[in-house]
């Protein structure tokens, strides 16, 4: 996905700002987000794609074209050196943007996802479950608990596939619930087991 792709992806002209790429992921995120569309996989591969298109904007858009107004401001009066040094020395441009603004939206769409996530579950819908845990974990990359998640329905779709006599595909699920979740010992040793009831 090229560049031009990503700002017609998220509907805007090519070198919009920061604060327009944000505001119409976030938009666009909310209306085709997988908890919205739970059975439609059009807006749930349309959230991914979007979720691709923003993290590839954010690592060439400068963040700091958020606010050349204020530092302009602030350069008038007498502090003029420490104000444009600080965002430029400090290796803190990707994390500032986010976390004060969206940290608590993610973490609570983090959270209505696990509930959707474990109604999936319980209800059998794997698929749709294996889904959400995707899109989950495609929009919150580094979270460990995401991850853990994402490899347990794995785990889960696998076993069924197992009792279904479906190893081939049983295996297939296995295995990426390990490589999802690498270090988590437990979810390692049961899944040792399960291979086990494939021999």
């Known amino acids: 996905m090229d560049l031009g792709d ?14 327009d790429i944000k505001a119409s992921y976030r938009r666009l995120a909310q209306q085709y987000h997988p908890d919205i569309n739970p059975d439609d996989n059009k807006a749930k591969d349309k959230f991914i794609a979007l979720t691709e298109a923003y993290r590839l904007l954010l690592q060439v858009v400068n963040p700091q074209e958020i606010a050349p107004q204020p530092t302009q401001t602030a350069t008038v009066t007498r502090p003029e050196p420490t104000v444009t040094e600080k965002p430029k020395t400090t290796p803190k441009t990707k994390p500032t943007p986010q976390p004060p603004q969206v940290s608590e939206k993610e973490q ?8 959707q996530l474990q109604i999936f ?5 794997f698929p749709q479950a294996i889904a959400l ?15 853990q998640w994402q490899a347990i329905a794995y785990q889960i779709w ?4 197992i009792k ?33 009831k494939l021999e």
């Open 6 to 19: 990503c700002y017609r992806l998220l509907g805007l002209r090519s070198g919009a700002s920061f604060a």
């Open 108 to 115: 609570q769409l983090k959270w209505q996802t696990y509930e």
């Open 121 to 125: 579950l319980k209800q059998r819908r």
């Open 133 to 147: 845990a995707e899109a989950l974990a495609a929009r919150l990359p580094e979270d460990a608990e995401v991850r």
């Open 158 to 161: 696998g076993r069924v596939l």
């Open 164 to 196: 279904e006599n479906q190893p081939l595909k049983a295996k297939i699920y296995l295995k990426k619930a390990l490589k999802t979740d690498p270090h988590n010992k437990a979810l390692w040793n049961e899944v040792q087991r399960d291979f086990q």
